[in-house]
């Protein structure tokens, strides 16, 4: 029988130089989106997909993901005696078991490929998965969740895929597209951050992939790619050469950008409004100086 995919790589080495002077001192997974930081609506979507090994990839600076992660029984203590349940329950969900979670770092910032490299030793003969805290996704069933329903069906390499307007298509990965078959495509392999005018598709790659060990073989080659950097993609597209599949899995749900100030900023506001305790008051916020910025034009 198939393995099923329980370990997942969250690649975190990296500056946030976007995010500055925020991210001088406070790593950007750990920036709030609403309440909580990034990293926890990625953990939240890998522990509803079954994963049960969490593998960050880290590096110099990030030493308050693995305190976000650890117990703080000072904390927890002062909160039983004020009797704060409901502040306990929430700090549970940041709570990890003993040895669920390793840490591995990246010494070196050579790509996002070469980040996962860096976990090779944790994943060993497995399937596994691969979200990147940044690309944060609302959807009724979480997307890795969507994705592992889909790997239980086809076999190989799986994706997840969004259409991005032509002129976006070169800040991605991009589907060669060998079949089209609805939710699921099939590929001839995938392009990194293809030159303007040069992409295969507009089905772009977005940061949730279940991935075959093969993948990892290819990455101990450490060939350089687009931006002269260790490209994730490249190495998912020669196991594509060698005969695996590569599927792309066009996923339920909304993608924000949360790399990007402005996606950042659209995902608060999103997700507040989503929320019952804050939406209303948001919203009427929202209404009010919309209008009033409309009637002083
Ligand atoms: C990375 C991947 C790229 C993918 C993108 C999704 O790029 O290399 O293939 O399309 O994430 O967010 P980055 O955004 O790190 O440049």
Excluded at 205 to 232: C, D, F, H, S, W
Excluded at 251 to 260: A, I, L, V
Aim: proline residues 5%; contains cysteine; charged residues 25%.
């Amino acid at each position: 029988m198939r393995k099923k995919v329980t370990k997942a790589i969250f690649p975190v080495a990296g500056l946030g130089t976007r995010f500055l002077p925020a991210t001088k001192s406070v790593p950007k997974e750990i920036m709030t989106l609403v309440d909580r930081p990034l990293v926890q609506y990625a953990i939240d979507e890998a522990r509803e997909a079954g994963i049960k090994d969490f593998i960050f990839v880290t590096s110099r600076g990030k030493g308050a993901l693995e305190d976000y992660f650890d117990m703080a029984p000072q904390l927890e203590q002062e909160l039983r005696k004020k009797g704060k349940d409901d502040l306990l329950e929430i700090l549970k969900g940041t709570n990890m078991d003993s040895g669920q979670v390793a840490y591995v770092r990246q010494h070196k910032p050579l790509g996002l490929g070469h980040a996962v490299w860096c976990a090779r030793h944790l994943i060993a003969n497995e399937p596994f998965a691969v979200i990147l805290p940044d690309d944060v996704i609302a959807a009724n069933k979480p997307c890795l969740g969507q994705m592992v329903e889909a790997y239980a069906e086809h076999q190989g390499n799986i994706v997840a895929a969004m259409e991005v307007p032509e002129d976006k298509a070169s800040a991605y990965g991009v589907l060669d597209i060998k079949e089209d078959m609805g939710r699921i495509v099939s590929t001839n392999g995938m392009v990194e951050k293809p030159a303007p005018g040069e992409a295969p598709s507009n089905l772009a790659v977005i940061g949730r992939y279940i991935l075959t060990p093969t993948v990892l073989r290819k990455l101990n080659k450490k060939q350089t790619g687009a931006g002269g950097e260790i490209q994730l993609t490249d190495a998912i597209a020669a196991a594509r050469a060698e005969g695996e599949e590569v599927y792309g899995f066009r996923f339920e749900g909304e993608r924000f950008d949360c790399g990007s100030k402005a996606g950042f900023l659209q995902a608060t506001v999103a997700f507040a409004l989503a929320r019952e305790d804050l939406g209303g008051e948001l919203r009427a916020f929202l209404q009010d100086i919309l209008y009033s910025e409309k009637a002083a034009q």
